[in-house]
């Protein structure tokens, strides 16, 4: 298969940071008539590899204040009932969201509201 570059290299979302704490400690949602594209990195020119509607949960897990305005999110992927467990695990260590966790980059400040965290 092939896969065109775009020529943005990819950055995970990284998860942990506090032993006595969730991986991921913020919770959001999907504003009303918003669409949160999700990208492999914080830059409009990253790849999508999601779309989230109007409502849908993500946890807030990771922040980059260059550019500013994103942030790393995990959310639960197609045919998933819930988003993975490791966000909800303490890990003293910060590390990439799990390889079974649908994970990536939004723009928080316009498409994603803050619900606790």
């Given at each position: 298969m092939d896969v065109e570059y775009d020529g943005v290299e990819s950055r995970p979302v990284m998860i942990g940071g506090?032993?006595?704490?969730?991986?991921?400690?913020?919770?959001?949602?999907?504003?009303?008539?918003h669409t949160a594209v999700v990208r492999d990195a914080p830059l409009?020119?990253?790849?999508?590899?999601a779309r989230l509607e109007p409502g849908t949960s993500v946890w807030i897990c990771d922040?980059?204040?260059?550019?500013?305005?994103?942030?790393g999110v995990v959310y639960a992927g197609p045919g998933q009932a819930n988003v993975c467990a490791a966000v909800?695990?303490?890990?003293?260590s910060r590390i990439p969201a799990p390889s079974d966790c649908a994970?990536?980059?939004?723009?928080?400040?316009?498409?994603?509201?803050?619900?606790?965290g």
């Open positions: 506090d032993a006595d704490l969730d991986a991921c400690s913020g919770l959001g949602q999907v504003k009303a008539g409009d020119e990253a790849q999508e590899v922040e980059t204040d260059v550019p500013e305005g994103w942030s909800a695990t303490p890990s003293e994970a990536g980059w939004v723009k928080t400040s316009q498409d994603v509201e803050l619900t606790a």
